[in-house]
């Protein structure tokens, strides 16, 4: 089955400065990666997701990029502020529908933004 | 985007009893739910895929006796705790998207003491 690792465990920034989260993932055949914030007592919200035929995608300060051949994604924060501070989650899904469309997560990390 | 509501949000049980948590998609029909098991400061962890008229598909390691699921509607899926234990105590979230390839939307999450 799948398998997805995440690094680092926390990650602590200043105020403006940008953030990176990389992920790996096992299943050549995933598809879909999104990643998720995480506020403590919450759901996770999702904040971008890309497709596996995109290397890119980019939405005002976040960006993710894919490298399909070596099976790892990031996460991309630039100018973080501290409302940033939350815990982050990749993920990764296999195939379209039925048992197969599951979405394996990340072990996340604790991003914490200092003023 | 789309709503999955979870109830409730949080209960406290007796050690031996059992615990019924729903999860609802609010503004649309969802064929497949996932049910998710995330323990302190650690990932969401995928528990079981809910099939709406037919039996969950459990992961790995994951007793079906023990949390049954039920989908009898393509609204609305159940997940019961029976006979808890300290140990089930956790955070319990379900999740469910439009369409086989598309956003998973969460719910707002179960926590589960257990005494």
């Known amino acids: 089955g799948e398998n997805v690792e995440q690094h680092p465990s926390t990650l602590s920034v200043q105020e403006g400065d940008s953030a990176v989260i990389k992920c790996t993932y096992s299943?050549?055949?995933?598809?879909?990666f999104p990643w998720y914030k995480q506020e403590l007592g919450k759901r996770p919200q999702l904040i971008i997701d890309i497709r596996s035929n995109v290397g890119e995608k980019k939405d005002q300060r976040i960006a993710v990029t894919l490298n399909k051949t070596a099976k790892h994604f990031s996460l991309h924060i630039t100018e973080t502020q501290p409302e940033d501070s939350a815990v982050y989650f990749c993920a990764a899904r296999t195939g379209y529908g039925g048992a197969t469309n599951k979405l394996i997560f990340g072990t996340g990390t604790l991003l914490a933004v200092q003023p | 985007g789309a709503v999955v509501s979870q109830h409730p949000s949080w209960v406290i049980c007796k050690s031996g009893t059992s615990v019924k948590i729903e999860c609802r998609s609010l503004?649309?029909?969802?064929?497949?739910m996932f049910w998710y098991r995330q323990f302190p400061k650690q990932s969401l962890m995928l528990m079981a895929t809910?099939?709406?008229?037919?039996?969950?598909?459990?992961e790995q390691g994951v007793e079906k006796d023990k949390f049954l699921i039920n989908h009898a509607s393509l609204t609305l899926s159940t997940l019961t705790v029976t006979s808890a234990h300290p140990e089930d105590s956790s955070f319990y979230i379900c999740?469910?998207?439009?369409?086989?390839?598309?956003?998973?939307?969460f719910g707002e999450g179960s926590r589960l003491t257990v005494l």
């Open positions: 809910s099939n709406e008229g037919s039996k969950a598909t459990y």
């Open positions: 299943d050549s055949a995933s598809n879909y």
């Open positions: 999740s469910a998207s439009r369409s086989s390839a598309g956003e998973l939307f």
């Open positions: 503004d649309f029909q969802a064929t497949t």
